[in-house]
Every structure is written in C-alpha cells, then in structure tokens.
C-alpha cells in the first residue's frame, strides 16, 4: 500500500469537513446581515470567525493524528509487506486496520507463548527423565519376585503391570507412540485397577485392524490413558453395578478413529455443555469450576490439536444415568505434525 493513498484519504476528508464548515458559517453570516443592524452584525461575524477558524484548527489537529497514524501504518506494512498484498486489509480504514493489526499481533504473541510453553514443558520432562529409574524398576521386580516365591500370583502380576506402567510413562520419550503400545499400557493399567476394584470393571477392545496398519499409526503418548482414568472415577466409581469401558478403534477414510465408551452414571447437561466448551478454549477450566475430568479431555484435546492441526482432536457425549463416549480422531496415512521443534512428515507404516 503506498504511503500516498494514505495522504490522499486525509487530505480528502480534511477538505470535505472544511468545505462542510465554510458554507454553514456563510449561510449564518447572510442570516445576520439581512436581520441584525451594523454592531451586532458585526459582532457577530467576529465570533462566527472565531468559530470557524477554532473549527479549522481541530480539524488540522485532527489531521496530524491521522497522518501520524497513517505513518504507524505505512512503517508496519513495510515490515510485514503480506498487509499490504491483502485485499481485504487495503480496502479497510484507518481505525479497521489498526485493529486488524493488533488482533494479529495478539494471537501471534499467543501462539509464541504457547510455543515457549511447550519448549519449557519439553525441557522440564528432559530434566526429569534423567533421574534414573532402574532403581524404582528392580525395587518392584524383587517384590515381584518374592510374591511369586510366597505364591501370590495375583500380587505379581499386578506389580508386573505396575512395573511395565512406569516404564512406559518414564523411560519412553517420543512425542508420538504407536498405537499398539498405547493399547498395552491400557492393558497393564487395567490390571491395576481390576486388583483394586476386583470384577467391577472390565475393559473390552473392539480393534477394526486386519493389516496391523491401525496399531502401527502413531498418537501422542498417553492420550488415552487419562480419559480411561476419567471413565473410571468420574463414570464407574460411583455406580453402585458392575461397569464396562469399551474402546474401538476404526478408520473412516483418511481418519483414524478411537471411541472410549463406558456405561457408567453419565453427566447432566449442563456440566457437558461445560466441558464442551473449554475443549475449545485456549485454557481449561477457572480453578473455582474446575475438575480433573475437564482438564484431562481439555489437555487431550490441546495435545492432538498441537500436533496435527485443528481438524483433529476428541469430541464427548453423555447422558445421565446412561454412560459417556469420548470419540478421538487423527489422521491415518501420510500427514505433518508439529514435534515441539518444527514440522515433521509422518508415513502411514
């Protein structure tokens, strides 16, 4: 946009509101000299004078604002040239594309820091990986063991798990998991919670998967395993009956879609419309309403979103007294997702 076009714009309306005023004060002028007798006449041309010549002043001040304005502008469009190839940003005025400006500005500053937050959140779980676990892993294979000497085999197979859990959540540190180890540690976690709650819940897989290729597509790691958490505190845990957590996992075209679905005590409406909301903002829940069952699905959510786009990411649904469905979506073949470090090229295998 040249810094003319700018220019002429004012120049144009400081004229227009000149040439607005001048016949106004004329009109009063002729009023006055067919009506009023020679003093006050003219007295009255003096203070209509003073008038205009006060409303020229404001009118040029008012100008200065707008071409030091109009300067901001030009120095921001040379800068940033893309404000200048937009056509709907041209045809804005001065006021429209200011705010057009700062708003951009705005959400370029959140998507930084959200950026710097991950780079922070990447560097913190580095200095925490270098703790070293094998300390925590042989400490749980020698009761393991000695639960299997003293024949407690239900002792040691939960331990085992437990064992097996650690290792996933602490020695792994890829970004993106296939699959099939998500499903293990469901599993190993399941375990877990069959020695705590005995037969009260079980799990069932429904994986639509004759190739492997299914097992074999990558998610962020530990997706799924907080919203199993979920189902069973927020679900099962308070339903009196025994309770059910199905997972099934199925391709719709280039989508790759994972439904977890328990038939427990449900949510009213107005604690779902709750949630579904802050699945969509930009921070979870105020600590005055907030829950883990929101944070969990809203961190979820975020995750996926950060990592393939906004055309993926979880849904849920829930009435009262009936269960909950959570549906995860992502994309299956090849597709780019964002590591924390950049732009990375994924293959279906």
């Given at each position: 946009m040249a810094e003319s076009s700018y220019k002429k714009q004012i120049l144009f309306s400081g004229l227009l509101t000149i040439c607005m005023i001048i016949p106004a004060v004329m009109a009063e002028l002729l009023l006055l000299q067919s009506q009023a007798p020679p003093l006050l006449l003219l007295g009255g041309s003096l203070l209509l004078a003073a008038c205009l010549l006060w409303g020229i002043l404001l009118e040029i001040r008012r100008l200065r604002s707008l071409r030091r304005t109009a300067q901001i502008l030009e120095d921001i469009c040379a800068i940033?040239?893309?404000?200048?190839?937009?056509?709907?940003?041209?045809?804005?005025?001065l006021v429209e594309q200011l705010n057009y400006i700062?708003?951009?500005?705005?959400?370029?500053?959140?998507?930084e820091y959200e950026s710097t937050l991950l780079a922070k959140q990447a560097e913190l779980f580095a200095l925490q990986s270098q703790i070293n676990p094998h300390f925590l892993y042989n400490t749980l294979d020698s009761i393991r063991g000695q639960a299997v000497t003293d024949g407690a085999a239900e002792i040691a197979e939960t331990i085992e798990a437990l064992s097996n859990l650690f290792k996933y959540n602490i020695s792994r540190k890829e970004t993106l998991i296939p699959l099939r180890l998500e499903i293990d540690n469901l599993i190993y976690y399941m375990k877990i919670q069959k020695y705590r709650f005995l037969d009260k819940i079980s799990l069932v897989l429904d994986i639509e998967d004759n190739d492997n290729s299914l097992l074999n597509t990558k998610i962020p790691k530990l997706t799924l395993q907080p919203i199993i958490e979920n189902a069973i505190c927020h679900g099962l845990e308070p339903k009196l009956e025994k309770g059910t957590i199905k997972i099934r996992v199925f391709v719709v075209g280039d989508i790759l879609r994972i439904t977890v679905a328990d038939d427990g005590v449900g949510m009213d409406e107005e604690t779902l419309l709750r949630i579904k909301k802050s699945l969509y903002s930009r921070t979870p829940e105020p600590p005055e309403k907030k829950s883990s069952h929101g944070i969990a699905l809203h961190n979820a959510n975020r995750r996926i979103q950060q990592c393939f786009g906004p055309n993926y990411g979880l849904n849920i649904y829930s009435t009262k007294m009936i269960g909950t469905r959570v549906e995860l979506s992502f994309p299956y073949g090849k597709e780019s997702y964002n590591d924390g470090h950049g732009t990375v090229q994924m293959r279906k295998n």
């Open positions: 940033n040239p893309d404000y200048a190839l937009d056509e709907d940003f041209i045809h804005m005025g700062l708003t951009s500005k705005i959400h370029d500053a959140q998507e």
